[in-house]
């Protein structure tokens, strides 16, 4: 539940703003997930709160949270995103900040095991 806290701080100020174009100072990686973001339509108000977003968003799928509950709390903290729009910028962030969660199935955390039945 922190990780949606945090998420809901940065990803609060994405949603429906023009598109910034890239700071120059920007590092390429920056600049390339900026344009990604362009051109798939999804737009941001400022683009260091966008990259941080991303960048969160992989430190929580490295810590092992699972792709779709980054996805829900990246929808569910920023009303301007729908789940599909959450979802594609989530793996545009994967691609260019953590390219190693790329092809991972997305998949819900692995259900609790239930108790053992007991024998009568």
């Not at 960048?55 to 092992?64: N, S, Y």
Request: net charge neutral; charged share 10%; aromatic share 6%.
């Amino acid at each position: 539940m922190r990780f949606l806290v945090m998420l809901a701080g940065f990803a609060a100020v994405l949603g429906v703003a023009t598109p910034a174009q890239a700071d120059p100072g920007n590092s390429g990686r920056d600049a390339s997930f900026l344009a990604a973001l362009n051109k798939a339509g999804i737009t941001y108000q400022d683009p260091t709160v966008a990259v941080a977003v991303a960048q969160k968003a992989c430190e929580l799928m490295d810590q092992g949270n699972p792709q779709a509950g980054v996805i829900k709390s990246v929808s569910s903290s920023n009303p301007g995103f729908s789940t599909d729009g959450a979802a594609q910028f989530t793996m545009i962030a994967a691609s260019a900040y953590c390219p190693q969660h790329m092809g991972q199935p997305i998949t819900q955390a692995p259900p609790t095991p239930l108790p053992p039945q007991q024998q009568p």
